[in-house]
């Protein structure tokens, strides 16, 4: 069965640094589209950020452009995110997910069609305050 754990996360102060780790088992990243999704309380699913199996495009939410940067080890089969700048706003739960299939834009993948992902970790907490 496919899993996908996430850590890393943790409280940390406005403006501070996290990075997340989504590591795969019993199947290989390589050939999977990798998204990172977060939920705060009382709020919808928001995608973050996903980057593409083959060939390195991604996509941010406009909230992280700038700020948080998406990428893989595929040696490792470990997705990263890597959170500067923090601020208040994005205290959430973070998950990652992987889907094998293609999508034309990742931003389909992303916000469209993000309930159609099949493959979820179980989340970690991001809590920035001071």
């Known amino acids: 069965q496919v899993e996908l754990v996430e850590s890393g996360g943790g409280l940390v102060q406005p403006g501070g640094s996290l990075r997340l780790s989504c590591a795969a088992s019993r199947f290989t990243l390589d050939y999977y589209a990798i998204g990172w999704f977060r939920q705060a309380p009382g709020k919808e699913r928001e995608g973050v950020t996903c980057i593409s199996s083959s060939d390195g495009r991604t996509y941010y939410a406009d909230s992280v452009k700038g700020r948080f940067t998406i990428s893989r080890d595929n040696a490792k089969n470990t997705i990263y995110l890597q959170m500067n700048s923090l601020k208040p706003e994005d205290t959430a739960v973070y998950y990652c997910?992987?889907?094998?299939?293609?999508?034309?834009?990742?931003?389909?993948?992303?916000?469209?069609?993000?309930?159609?992902?099949?493959?979820w970790g179980q989340g970690t907490q991001v809590t920035v305050s001071s």
């Open positions: 997910a992987a889907t094998p299939s293609y999508f034309t834009t990742l931003h389909a993948m992303c916000v469209d069609d993000q309930s159609t992902l099949p493959y």
